[in-house]
């Protein structure tokens, strides 16, 4: 099996996706967790971004074939994030999160009332953390010591993130898709659509988190698919 390379959505931190890592690992399966909080402190946040995802794989010195993993916003930039590679990208699994839209912005591809409610939480160019742009915690669903780590990891995004226009690359390799939540339920059949492999988990957008378990085996068999 590749290497599964896991990305965390740039509205949270590492620890979002740590029980998933640990239990491919436990599986056997080779996984690196790439840590991109600092990169969206200031913009140009895309291509801090990518570049600090490319650092990291050099780093951490990887080899063979790699699968990259993408949670939620991390999701529509994995071309950009193969793109800057100069390894084996086997295939890119989106984990609970929206398709490739190279050229747009993230506020051209939501409902436009979306975008007036997070745009008056912002503060001195910052959006508010990801947990505060909802009427009920998200994060209560975590349990206690994992959601405090994953509250003090959330950054305050500039708005300019939301601005910025996705790189505009192209993906002819293998995709799949893992749903977690019914949010992203129209990526998952578009994903279909386009024949990629897809698996559902009916549980919640932080399952990774919550149940590794079963993620696990779910990302498992799209990336034996691919």
């Not at 890592?21 to 399966?29: I, M, W």
């Not at 009920?136 to 990891?153: C, I, N, Q, T, Y």
């Amino acid at each position: 099996m590749p290497t599964v390379v896991l990305m965390h959505s740039p509205f949270l931190g590492p620890s979002s996706m740590r029980p998933l890592a640990d239990e491919l690992a436990s599986d056997g399966v080779e996984v690196l967790l790439v840590d991109l909080q600092m990169t969206v402190n200031e913009a140009p946040v895309h291509q801090r971004l990518i570049g600090a995802f490319a650092d990291a794989l050099e780093d951490a010195g990887v080899d063979g074939q790699l699968v990259l993993v993408g949670h939620s916003g991390a999701g529509p930039l994995l071309p950009g994030f193969a793109d800057a590679l100069e390894l084996d990208v086997a295939g890119l699994v989106f984990l609970d999160s929206d398709l490739p839209t190279p050229g747009k912005a993230w506020r051209e591809t939501v409902d436009p009332a979306l975008v007036r409610q997070i745009k008056a939480s912002v503060r001195d160019g910052r959006l508010p953390r990801w947990d505060r742009w909802f009427d009920s915690d998200p994060l209560k669903l975590v349990p206690a010591e994992l959601r405090e780590e994953m509250r003090d990891e959330a950054p305050e995004v500039p708005w300019e993130f939301l601005k910025e226009q996705r790189p505009v690359v192209e993906w002819s390799g293998p995709c799949g898709y893992v749903l977690l939540s019914s949010f992203y339920e129209d990526a998952a059949n578009k994903a279909e659509e386009l024949g990629w492999p897809v698996e559902r988990v009916e549980s919640h957008h932080l399952a990774a988190a919550t149940s590794p378990s079963t993620v696990a085996a779910a990302l498992k068999a799209v990336v034996s698919r691919l």
